[in-house]
């Protein structure tokens, strides 16, 4: 990969890195507010618990999705971006272009999936 294709790379990682920031900050701000809103019946308590527990889903995937951000910016910074933790070889342009902090080429992540179970 090329210096110019590394830094285009970088700054989508970075501007993704910083929408989901914004996006934790936000998510963490509604279940603030919806806690300390004043519930006045038990519909009103199902819904903030409901609510809740899908803000709190969406939390736990973007802090996923940022750990792995700040991996694919380290691994920038250390020389090997787009070098896949499976097999050790060049992960596809193309699959980084759909999704640039990708750990693994498309057969190891097959089998990773596989050994998982998913």
């Known amino acids: 990969m090329d210096t110019k294709q590394l ?5 989508i990682l970075e501007s993704r890195k910083q929408e989901i920031l914004n996006q934790l900050y936000q998510t963490n701000k509604d ?12 519909i009103d308590f199902s819904v903030i618990t409901a609510s809740s527990q899908i803000e709190e889903t969406i939390d736990h995937n973007l802090k996923q999705e940022l750990e792995y951000i700040e991996n694919s910016l380290l691994r920038i910074k250390k020389g090997n971006y787009g070098i896949c933790e499976g097999c050790e070889e060049e992960i596809n342009i193309e699959r980084l272009k759909i999704k640039p902090h990708a750990r693994y080429c498309i057969n190891c992540r097959e089998k990773y999936e596989k050994s998982k179970g998913l």
């Open 7 to 11: 830094e285009k790379f970088k700054e």
């Open 31 to 42: 279940i603030e507010d919806l806690y300390n809103s004043e519930p006045n019946d038990n």
